[in-house]
């Protein structure tokens, strides 16, 4: 680990994380990790999962729901050319504080990353063309998915990134499940769960050229990875997708991926 960026003393900063609700486990700190549910193991099989298949060198990259910032430094450490984080509910919420432990976190870790502070609803093309758009743990959050998704096309230059919750597994066509009030795990910002087939038909839709998934790096059924490219992507950003990623327009993937009811 490198040396700590700020002019904070260890119990200073252990203070300030104490005054904060984390999503991540980031090691800012030999001995100052900061105190998520997402575990520095899962964070890093996701992370190998996402990323891992991809050369970020000299790209440019947008994430999408940053929260506390584990994959837009993920990112930049991984030779990301610009990183732009973004987000709006948890880093305007008062008790998350989002965007608070984004910048302390950032500031600790010493890493050159623009943040803005906007909604996925509110997403237009002005944001600029990235080569790659990271969504992970956003899509089933928002009551209009579709609309948003359409909007990420705009910004996408070569490849967008999606990890999501899924349901409707045992069903060949595309569909996606709704979860009234707080029917999915009594969260009431959890609105949908798509399958496969529904993810592919509207990324499809909506003007991507190819879409590949893999399962989730861990015993999780309810969660999948998604990489959807555009017609101009580079066929080199999909060099390092191995065969855990597969093509969902390739013969059998689809049916391969249905589960029983
Ligand atoms: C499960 S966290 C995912 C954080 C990070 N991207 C990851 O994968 O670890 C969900 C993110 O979606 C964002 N979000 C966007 N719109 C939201 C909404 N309508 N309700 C809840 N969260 C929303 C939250 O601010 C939060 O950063």
């Not at 930049?76 to 432990?101: C, I, M, N």
């Not at 015993?219 to 999948?224: F, K």
């Amino acid at each position: 680990m490198d040396q700590p960026k700020t002019s904070l003393s260890y119990d200073e900063l252990l203070a300030r994380m104490q005054q904060i609700h984390w999503f991540h486990s980031i090691a800012l700190r030999p001995g100052l990790t900061t105190f998520g549910p997402k575990t520095e193991l899962i964070l890093a099989h996701e992370e190998q999962a996402l990323l891992g298949c991809l050369d970020l060198h000299g790209r440019t990259v947008l994430d999408i729901g940053a929260w506390n910032g584990h994959f837009s430094f993920a990112a930049k450490r991984r030779g990301a050319a610009r990183v732009l984080a973004t987000d709006s509910y948890t880093w305007t919420h008062p008790h998350f504080k989002g965007q608070e432990s984004f910048e302390l976190a950032r500031a600790e870790l010493g890493l050159e990353i623009d943040t803005q502070l906007i909604d996925p609803t509110e997403i237009t093309g002005d944001l600029g063309l990235f080569d790659v758009v990271l969504f992970l743990g956003v899509f089933y959050h928002l009551f209009d998915p579709i609309d948003v998704i359409q909007r990420l096309r705009s910004v996408t230059g070569q490849v967008l990134m999606i990890e999501t919750h899924q349901d409707a597994l045992e069903k060949t066509r595309p569909g996606m499940v709704f979860y009234p009030g707080t029917t999915l795990g009594g969260d009431a910002t959890n609105w949908w769960g798509p399958n496969p087939p529904l993810m592919l038909s509207l990324l499809k839709q909506i003007g991507f050229a190819r879409v590949m998934y893999r399962e989730y790096p861990g015993e999780v059924m309810y969660r999948g990875l998604y990489a959807a490219f555009t017609p101009e992507a580079d066929p080199a950003i999909a060099a390092g997708f191995g065969v855990e990623w597969r093509d969902l327009e390739a013969p059998g993937v689809l049916d391969s991926l249905v589960v029983a009811a």
